[in-house]
Nanobody, 124 residues
Framework: QVHLVEYGGGSVQAGGSVRLSCTLS????????MGWFRQASAKQREAVAV????????YCADSVKGRFTISRDNAKSTLYLEMNSLKVEDTAMYFC?????????????????WGQGTQVTVFS
C-alpha cells in the first residue's frame, strides 16, 4: 500500500513563497507519474502541475505558469512544488497524487493514489 504525505502548507502574504513536499512510502516515487492538485473552497479539484518519472513537467493550470515549479527527487522519494509570487486566489488545499503510468495526464480521475492534503492560505 503506497502512502503519500504532504508537508509545507501554511499562511503566507500575497507575493510570498511556499515550498510543498510530498513523500511516498516504500521508495515507490521512481515508478510513479506524479502531480500536484488543489481544491479551493466550494470548487472542484484541479490539476496544478504534473511530472514524469524522468522529470518532464507539465503545468496544467495556466495561472501558475512562471510562478510555480514542480520537481522530484526519486532517490529521496519526494515530490516538490515551489510556489512563488503567490496570489490570494492560490488559496486552496493542495494534494499530491500518483499514478502507475508512463504518460502525462492532468485529469484528476487518472490518479489513484492521493495524500491527505495540506492547506495553503494566501492573505493580502
Amino acid at each position: 500500500q503506497v502512502h503519500l504525505v504532504e508537508y509545507g502548507g501554511g499562511s503566507v502574504q500575497a507575493g510570498g513563497s511556499v515550498r510543498l513536499s510530498c513523500t511516498l512510502s516504500d521508495n515507490q516515487l521512481k515508478n510513479m507519474y506524479m502531480g500536484w492538485f488543489r481544491q479551493a473552497s466550494a470548487k472542484q479539484r484541479e490539476a496544478v502541475a504534473v511530472i514524469s518519472q524522468g522529470g518532464a513537467s507539465t503545468y496544467c493550470a495556466d495561472s501558475v505558469k512562471g510562478r510555480f515549479t514542480i520537481s522530484r527527487d526519486n532517490a529521496k522519494s519526494t515530490l516538490y512544488l515551489e510556489m512563488n509570487s503567490l496570489k490570494v486566489e492560490d488559496t486552496a488545499m493542495y494534494f499530491c497524487a500518483a499514478r502507475p503510468a508512463w504518460f502525462s495526464s492532468c485529469e484528476v480521475a487518472d490518479y489513484n493514489k492521493w495524500g491527505q492534503g495540506t492547506q495553503v492560505t494566501v492573505f493580502s
